[in-house]
């Protein structure tokens, strides 16, 4: 049987139990691991977005596009999250309960989504407050915290795309 590996940091607990949404039927469950790559491949635009940003610092800002990734990170970033730990990962639990390392792995992923939270809210307050000109805000602060945000969300992507997707569908094939 395949395992499911740990990701790296976290060390915040989650703030609050949250409802499930399990899938009723294995297309169901297909259903949510499609979905899932869909809103991987929306958190990657937006970290694609982040990315220009950074590298327009600090002479070429462009406001409507930090306003823009300042609104697109809060939103989808949460409803990401609300998704993956109220439908994906319940499903994931209930399908595969024997499988080695996964409560362990989910509980990390729902830790790292809490990190990822708070500083997609200090990135967007911190992208309103550049797109509004304000002069306290430094461009190389940004600029951290931009490179810092974006390849924390790739990295976490990559990690749900191999050993939670891929493993789920190995599991999945294994049993058919
Ligand atoms: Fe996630």
Do not use: W
């Amino acid at each position: 049987m395949a395992s499911f590996n740990t990701p790296h940091g976290a060390s915040r607990e989650p703030d609050a139990a949250v409802r499930t949404h399990l899938p009723e039927s294995s297309e169901g469950f297909a259903e949510s691991l499609l979905r899932l790559e869909d809103i991987h491949r929306e958190k990657l635009a937006v970290c694609d977005q982040l990315e220009a940003i950074a590298d327009s610092l600090p002479a070429e800002i462009n406001r409507q596009r930090c306003l823009y990734a300042a609104k697109a990170i809060a939103q989808i970033v949460r409803q990401a999250h609300r998704f993956e730990e109220t439908t994906v990962f319940p499903a994931i639990s209930a399908r595969f309960p024997g499988a080695p390392n996964l409560a362990d792995t989910l509980r990390r992923l729902q830790f790292e989504h809490c990190e990822d939270e708070g500083f997609a809210d200090e990135l967007s307050d911190a992208l309103h407050r550049l797109a509004a000109g304000d002069p306290r805000v430094h461009p190389e602060t940004i600029g951290y915290m931009l490179r810092g945000f974006f390849t924390t969300v790739r990295r976490h992507i990559a990690f749900e795309r191999e050993h939670l997707i891929g493993a789920t569908r190995g599991l999945a094939n294994s049993q058919s």
